[in-house]
């Protein structure tokens, strides 16, 4: 096995966001547009079996529901969309009644699939779930003490609780407990008390600010969450020891996207375009490993003439156009995914970017390179 497979879409457009289906054999992403496009892999590719276009602005995200296989968009709009195949093989979408005045910018279902939440420009979080008698999905909305724009949302493993990230800086953890769809909800490490909407814990990335929560991420227990920000952080809190903060500053450029793939591995990627490795110790302080491939240089610059050089400094004011980067994404890493495994043990990883690619990362080949991999 190969430890990267590189994956082409069509023309190298960035793909803003991506999700699997619960097998991995078909895929559902937008190249940063209006459309949603599902791909099926077929014998020495991919293949373009359906297009979902019903949102009017670009599709912030997507997330495909692994059990009763729906797929869920949401937009610039102010819409999301849930999307069933039919018996035709096509995708019908349903009506979700956001109620919201700004972008819908990050959604994700439930682990029970009963439920799911939208981040959005309006400050609010809405916990859609279905209304059997109208055909749509309704959603309560969680307001308070939401100041900004919701950027990323994670859920706990009980299917209750939900993790937050937003442009000022916090993370917030709250309950999203509808006692019309399911039964009261034990306690956790985070509270007991669970009404809607209750806000179990807030962090601050800095006190003196930060930056924008790009990604969170809860641990498979549910008992750690991580986050990174604008400021080039990664942070990590603890329930169980008391709701501690451990935050690391980096020397990175800014990471955008988050998951754990072990019990004391972090893996993020962003504007760095290679996803880095960071550890967690049993106190959760975080610490930085591995980036999952060594940058080789590429020896194309050699090659460009005298006469070019000349010519692209007296155009661009620069020697050379050859701007490839030493890396196998030549953009931004705008999503990752796990692709095998859980968060307990992922054993592959994709990751989408800015440069129109889609990487499947192969963890286990990795590991052999790379020690602090190990899982």
């Known amino acids: ?7 082409k879409f069509g023309q190298a457009v960035p793909i ?10 078909s895929l559902a992403l937008s190249h940063n547009n209006n459309t949603v496009e599902v791909y099926d892999q077929v014998s020495g590719g991919w293949k373009l079996t359906d297009k979902l276009e019903q949102h009017d602005l670009r599709v912030n995200d997507i997330d495909w529901a692994p059990n009763t296989n729906r797929i ?9 969309y849930v999307w069933v195949k039919g018996p035709d093989g096509k995708w019908k979408h349903t009506l979700v009644l956001l109620r919201i005045n700004r972008a ?8 029970q699939e009963n439920k799911f939440a939208v981040g959005s420009g309006a400050r609010i979080i809405s916990i859609c779930y279905f209304d059997q008698e109208n ?7 969680i307001r308070k003490p939401i100041r900004s724009t919701i950027t990323t949302v994670d859920w706990h493993p009980n299917n209750i609780l939900l993790a937050a990230g937003s442009t000022d800086f916090k993370v917030f953890i709250f309950s999203t407990y509808i006692k019309e769809i399911e039964p009261k909800p034990s306690a956790t490490e985070w509270g007991a008390k669970m009404p809607f909407a209750n806000l179990m814990a807030e962090f601050s990335n800095s006190p003196t600010g930060g930056g924008w929560v790009h990604a969170v991420s809860f641990n498979s227990e549910g008992t750690r969450v991580a986050w990174v920000g604008h400021d080039s952080s990664i942070a990590v809190a603890d329930a169980p020891s008391g709701m501690v903060m ?6 990175m450029l800014p990471l955008l996207t988050l998951t754990w793939i072990a019990p004391n591995k972090l893996l993020g990627a962003g504007h760095d375009c290679v996803p880095v490795l960071f550890h967690v110790d049993a106190s959760g302080k975080v610490s930085v490993g591995s980036q999952l491939e060594e940058l080789t240089v590429v020896e ?8 070019n050089m000349f010519r692209n400094k007296d155009r661009v004011g620069t020697e050379l156009l050859d701007n490839r980067l030493y890396s196998t994404h030549q953009n931004q890493i705008c999503s990752m995914r796990i692709y095998s495994g859980t968060k307990d043990g992922a054993t592959a990883v994709s990751t989408s970017a800015g440069d129109g690619n889609l990487v499947i990362w192969d963890l286990q080949t990795l590991a052999a390179k790379f020690n602090d991999l190990k899982l």
Request: with cysteine; hydrophobic share 40%; proline share 2%.
């Open 246 to 251: 451990m935050k690391l500053k980096t020397s």
């Open 1 to 7: 096995l190969k430890m990267t497979s590189v994956h």
């Open 135 to 141: 055909d749509w999905w309704i959603a309560k909305h």
């Open 16 to 25: 803003q966001c991506h999700s699997w289906s619960a097998e991995r054999r």
């Open 72 to 80: 869920v968009t949401c937009s610039a709009d102010r819409n999301a």
């Open 104 to 111: 819908a910018t990050c959604v994700r279902w439930s682990p």
């Open 300 to 307: 194309s610059a050699a090659s460009s003439s005298a006469m």
